[in-house]
């Protein structure tokens, strides 16, 4: 019964508000540019780095991914990934943040950094060992052309009748391929990115360690929702210690289905109440909304001033 609920039938298609997606015509060109690969994912290209997060494409539907064994299927998706990759940052190994991880190390030959458990299945994946940053729990960094990619110890949300799904950690290659409960947790880091165009700061999963952030800012939040109702003052922790002026969300989809049906919300998301919230606990700072063709051109100076342009690929 499962297997054939469809519920890209379910939920309407979403178009981010006019308000939220402020646009420009030509080409992108500025110092730092976003892009959203649906879910947690997101390019992020410097003039000297190219950076996935999270990258999770393949995308299998609800009843596949509980019923069968998961595989990455790349010739579905490889021309939504840039030309150039030279590193993959995991912030935690649930499938819908590692899945394609992996594959996408091994073939362009770009560094994979994560915890035991995403390097256990980069391992199994055939990725060379010379292509693997491991993190471990207490955090680490790693420099990546004229990025300086920092893992912040942190906490996973809790959206699973509150309680974290998948705990624990994966210490050696799995059996490939595996199935949705063989992608351990992991750990969950967010993942601070500092660039010469600005900070990016990374929350793929909706919690956080106060303490952790303390002595960092970031000039972008790129800010986890699914399960945020369950974190207390979630938002509110998040701006007050980073104190960012551009607020973009992310994991807010319905990640069943491939990225050409469109965008559509997980339910429950309450995509509008986030961005009330964001006003009042934050009134300095900008939210901005992204559909899955847009690049983000954050300027040099204000990143508030960032505008979406057409994705080429698109």
Known sequence: ????????????????????????????????????????????????????????????????????????????????????????????????????????????????????????????????EAQLVEIPPTGGAARVGDVTIRFVPSLHGRIAAGRVPFPGAVEAPPELPARVWHYKMGGAFGVLLETPGGRVYHNGSADLVDAELEAHDADVLLVGLAGRQATPDYLARMTRLLGPRLLVPTHHDLFFAPLEDGLRLLPGVDLGGFVAEAARLAPDARVVSPGYDDVLAIPAGDPRDARFHTWAGA
């Open 1 to 128: 019964m499962l297997a054939a609920v469809n519920l890209t039938r379910l939920v309407p298609r979403h178009r981010p508000r006019a308000d939220l997606h402020p646009t420009a015509a030509g080409a992108p060109d500025a110092p730092l540019r976003l892009r959203w690969l649906g879910t947690a994912g997101h390019v992020v290209e410097t003039p000297g780095a190219t950076v996935l997060l999270d990258p999770f494409l393949s995308r299998p539907s609800l009843g596949h991914t509980a019923t069968r064994r998961l595989r990455p299927t790349p010739d579905d998706w490889w021309a939504w990934l840039p030309p150039r990759v030279d590193a993959i940052a995991c912030g935690h190994s649930h499938y819908d943040h590692l899945l394609d991880a992996p594959l996408i190390a091994r073939r362009t030959g770009a560094k994979l950094l994560g915890s035991r458990t995403t390097c256990s299945f980069a391992r199994a994946h055939g990725v060379p």
